[in-house]
């Protein structure tokens, strides 16, 4: 990446030109509480996948076909 390179995101995240200081923190704050989000959605993401490891080697399978095909599928798992 040359000096050249820019980010195409950076017009999306940069403030706006003319923004206030009064503008500026409730800007700020929101970014703040929707990282505080993310965050929680990121830590409850992680505390599923490890509550999926315990589970006793349950496997969760989606068929996916069409419903009339005449086939029925059984899965047994140990």
Same mark, same amino acid.
């Given at each position: 990446?040359? *000096? /050249?390179?820019?980010? #195409?995101? !950076?017009?999306? /995240?940069? #403030? &706006? &030109?003319?923004? /206030?200081? /009064?503008? $500026? %923190? *409730? $800007?700020?704050?929101?970014? !703040? =509480? !929707? =990282?505080?989000?993310?965050?929680?959605?990121?830590?409850?993401? @992680? @505390?599923? @996948? *490890? *509550?999926?490891? $315990?589970?006793?080697?349950? %496997? $969760? %399978?989606?068929?996916?076909?069409?419903?009339?095909?005449?086939?029925?599928?059984?899965?047994?798992? &140990?």
């Amino acid at each position: 990446m040359g *000096a /050249t390179d820019h980010d #195409p995101l !950076a017009i999306f /995240t940069r #403030p &706006p &030109p003319n923004e /206030t200081s /009064t503008e $500026r %923190v *409730a $800007r700020e704050e929101r970014e !703040a =509480r !929707a =990282r505080q989000i993310s965050d929680q959605i990121d830590e409850q993401l @992680k @505390k599923d @996948k *490890a *509550a999926l490891k $315990r589970q006793n080697g349950l %496997v $969760r %399978v989606l068929l996916l076909g069409q419903s009339e095909s005449g086939e029925l599928v059984c899965l047994k798992c &140990p």
